[in-house]
């Protein structure tokens, strides 16, 4: 099942946890969260990948989430990062 994984991220660490997770997947298209963004998902499976942002969504990626159409999407899934992914990539293996 291809998946599509969007991430948001300023620092770096939110991109290495989304590239983490697709090459764990496998078949995944990694695509940043942009403000304007409004087409079609055409993945069933679809990700987010983001910071945590003052204990919540950053605006800008709620705001871009809310934009998708998600009609085709029959799975979809979060990951809030917070500080170094190097945690993260070591509890993979």
Known sequence: MKTTIFYFSATGNSLDVARTL??????????????RQTAAIL??????VFPTHYFGIPPLAEATI???????????F??????????????LQ
């Open 66 to 76: 809310n934009k998708l159409n998600m009609d085709l999407t029959r799975y979809a």
């Open 22 to 35: 697709a090459a764990e997947l496998g078949e995944c298209e990694l695509l940043p969260l942009r403000y």
């Open 43 to 48: 993945s069933e499976r679809v990700g987010f």
């Open 78 to 91: 979060a990951v809030v990062t917070s500080g170094s992914s190097r945690y993260f990539s070591g509890a």
